[in-house]
């Protein structure tokens, strides 16, 4: 059931914010067009032995909407989370994102590596190098903007089940698109496949953490070679890995226990 969200001001935004079980802190950073609903669903199994704390990242959901494509610098993000964390009274959590809150996780760990006790990364697909399906994400947005986010979401879940994705997949990852500002969701559509945080990944192999990654196959969006790549760079890196979506978002309990395992590894 969900809870009245706080507020916690960031960078002239407020940032709606869940915190619910005990335990070890673990802050999560959804993925684009995603938001804490979605987060808290995949994560409720985790509260009986973490303190989880989502938050519907800038743009989304019940935070501020932001229709400045350069509002969505990635830098200005991580702040997002650091005014979080702040909030809460947290000086260092297990951090994790999926997606785009995987880009954003993995820049706060390389700015402060002091407040992170374990990274998890699931689904990455930024790191140095844009997202490359970024002019399909963008063709999205386009979309988006002419016909609505209904159509949207219609057209996606055609487009999976072409890809051999079943509806009802398609359809949890469209299910909170409704939640959000139409203009804000465009912005934040064409602005974040374009991230591209780093020269190298020479800044991942310096951090020391252990960092954990889930990737999965058959997802042009996020694609299962970055998570390889950053799992490999990293000198403490783990690499879980499932054969498609549909598995990952097919299964209520999968991200609970993928992480539980990530963090034991």
Same mark, same amino acid.
């Given at each position: 059931?969900?809870?009245? +969200?706080?507020?916690?001001?960031?960078?002239?935004?407020?940032?709606?914010?869940?915190?619910?079980?005990?335990?070890?802190?673990?802050?999560?950073?959804?993925?684009?067009?995603?938001?804490?609903?979605?987060? $808290?669903?995949?994560?409720?199994?985790?509260?009986?032995?973490?303190?989880?704390?989502?938050?519907?990242? $800038?743009?989304?959901?019940?935070?501020?909407?932001?229709?400045?494509?350069?509002?969505?610098? +990635?830098?200005?993000?991580?702040?997002?989370?650091?005014?979080?964390?702040?909030?809460?009274?947290?000086?260092?959590?297990?951090?994790?994102?999926?997606?785009?809150?995987?880009?954003?996780?993995?820049?706060?760990?390389?700015?402060? /590596?002091?407040?992170?006790?374990?990274?998890?990364?699931?689904?990455?697909?930024?790191?140095?190098?844009?997202?490359?399906?970024?002019?399909?994400?963008?063709?999205?947005?386009?979309?988006?903007?002419?016909?609505?986010?209904?159509?949207?979401?219609?057209?996606?879940?055609?487009?999976?089940?072409?890809?051999?994705?079943? $509806?009802?997949?398609?359809?949890?990852?469209?299910?909170?698109?409704?939640?959000?500002?139409?203009?804000?969701?465009?912005?934040?559509?064409?602005?974040?496949?374009?991230?591209?945080?780093?020269?190298?990944?020479?800044?991942?192999?310096?951090?020391?953490?252990?960092?954990?990654?889930?990737?999965?196959?058959?997802? +042009?969006?996020?694609?299962?070679?970055?998570?390889? $790549?950053?799992?490999?760079?990293?000198?403490?890196?783990?690499?879980?890995?499932?054969?498609?979506?549909?598995?990952?978002?097919?299964? /209520?309990?999968?991200?609970?226990?993928?992480?539980?395992?990530?963090?034991?590894?």
């Amino acid at each position: 059931m969900s809870q009245q +969200p706080r507020s916690v001001r960031s960078d002239d935004l407020t940032i709606a914010v869940e915190v619910f079980g005990k335990g070890p802190a673990l802050l999560f950073a959804h993925s684009l067009g995603s938001c804490r609903h979605q987060a $808290r669903q995949l994560l409720q199994p985790l509260a009986e032995s973490f303190q989880v704390i989502v938050f519907d990242q $800038r743009g989304h959901c019940s935070s501020t909407p932001v229709t400045d494509q350069a509002r969505y610098d +990635p830098r200005r993000m991580v702040g997002d989370m650091v005014a979080v964390l702040d909030d809460v009274g947290v000086p260092q959590a297990i951090v994790a994102g999926e997606s785009m809150g995987a880009a954003t996780a993995l820049l706060f760990a390389t700015v402060h /590596p002091k407040r992170v006790q374990h990274l998890l990364l699931i689904a990455p697909t930024s790191a140095d190098e844009a997202n490359p399906a970024s002019e399909m994400i963008t063709a999205l947005a386009d979309f988006a903007a002419q016909y609505g986010l209904q159509a949207a979401a219609d057209a996606v879940a055609l487009g999976a089940m072409g890809r051999g994705i079943p $509806r009802r997949i398609a359809q949890v990852v469209t299910a909170h698109w409704s939640h959000h500002q139409l203009d804000s969701f465009v912005a934040a559509h064409r602005a974040v496949p374009k991230w591209v945080l780093f020269d190298s990944l020479s800044p991942i192999a310096a951090l020391r953490m252990p960092i954990g990654v889930l990737g999965w196959g058959g997802d +042009p969006t996020r694609p299962l070679s970055l998570a390889r $790549r950053i799992a490999a760079a990293a000198r403490r890196g783990r690499l879980e890995s499932a054969e498609s979506l549909a598995e990952a978002a097919g299964d /209520p309990q999968f991200y609970a226990r993928t992480i539980r395992r990530l963090l034991e590894g």
